[in-house]
């Protein structure tokens, strides 16, 4: 945790890499989205052009009844499919996000080294994080994941990478 707060231009390097790789994760799915918006709408204009073709006669009330109703269960499939989609973007951070967490290490960045001597000063800053590890075993080496949360208007939990690897920066709505 020290790492990622005592070089706060760091991680803000470290945080625009990680929302532009989600940014690119999400590109396909929405441009899905924008497909399945586009059908809806194209599928709402052909409704109100059968209105207007029974009108005008030249659909019979039994055609326009059929076409209308054909039409509705399609709008309803691509609304459910769109509702879907949406729950496979990933909601990553927001340049607000980034902005509050750099500030924050800024701030933190401070105290750490008073930290290192005093471990009251060490647990307050958990408690404020809120931070989490999970300690396992990986290939013979003890690892630990942790994780802390990121308070703005949509309040998320970022899990740090371990040591010696990558960002791979993961958040989760709570």
């Known amino acids: 945790m020290k790492e990622w707060f005592q070089d706060p231009d760091s991680l803000r390097h470290k ?3 990680y929302r532009a790789e989600q940014e690119k994760l999400n590109g396909p799915t929405l441009n899905l989205l924008q497909t ?3 059908l809806i709408a194209d599928n709402r204009a052909q409704l109100a052009r059968v209105k207007q ?3 005008t006669g030249i659909y019979t009330i039994e055609e326009s009844i ?3 109703h054909r039409l509705e269960e399609t709008v309803t499939k691509l609304e459910h499919e769109r509702g879907e989609l949406r729950k496979r973007i990933v909601h990553g951070l927001s340049e607000d996000d980034i902005e509050n967490l750099v500030a924050f290490a800024h701030n933190l960045a401070a105290g750490l080294d008073a ?3 005093d471990f009251a000063k060490r647990q307050q800053i958990v408690e404020i994080l809120n931070v989490r590890g999970i300690l396992m075993v990986e290939n013979g080496q003890q690892v630990c994941t942790a994780s802390f949360i990121l308070t703005g208007e949509n309040t ?3 899990v740090l990478p371990k040591r010696g690897e990558n960002l791979s920066v993961t958040t989760a709505p709570l």
């Open 15 to 17: 945080l625009e890499v």
């Open 115 to 117: 930290a290192d001597k």
């Open 156 to 158: 998320k939990r970022l």
């Open 53 to 55: 073709m029974c009108e």
């Open 66 to 68: 059929e076409c209308k």
């Open 36 to 38: 399945n918006d586009d």
